[in-house]
């Protein structure tokens, strides 16, 4: 359980101004979540708990047929209006 002097060290770190009716309100606010962080942890720990839905696999595809560099870049620079050795040439920013 928090005490007063939690909450008030909480407040002073966070740099919020904390009545001392708050103070109250607050110990019981957060024994509350932290009860409840603890349940969920102590639930995500508990791997062995739950066996795996189905059968699991990476979705991914492997890159083994990537396309090579510089496979489409002549396509490209054409629909631009000024290149500059083989870059896209724009005004100048800074």
């Known amino acids: ?5 939690d909450i008030k060290h909480l407040s002073t770190l966070a ?3 904390v009545s001392e009716a ?3 309100s607050l110990a019981k606010d957060l024994d509350a979540v932290l009860g ?7 639930v995500a720990t508990q791997k062995d708990a739950i066996p795996p839905a189905g059968d699991l696999r990476n ?3 492997d890159d083994d047929d990537v396309h090579p560099g510089g496979e489409f870049t002549d396509m490209i620079l054409k629909n631009a209006p ?3 050795d083989g ?4 005004k100048q920013i800074f």
Do not use: G, N, Q
């Not at 409840?36 to 102590?42: L, N, Q």
């Not at 870059?87 to 724009?90: A, D, G, H, R």
């Open 36 to 42: 409840y962080v603890s349940e969920v942890a102590a």
């Open 87 to 90: 870059y896209f040439k724009v």
């Open 59 to 61: 979705i991914m595809r």
């Open 82 to 84: 000024d290149t500059e």
């Open 1 to 5: 359980m928090l005490t007063k002097d």
């Open 15 to 17: 740099r919020i101004a």
């Open 22 to 24: 708050e103070e109250e």
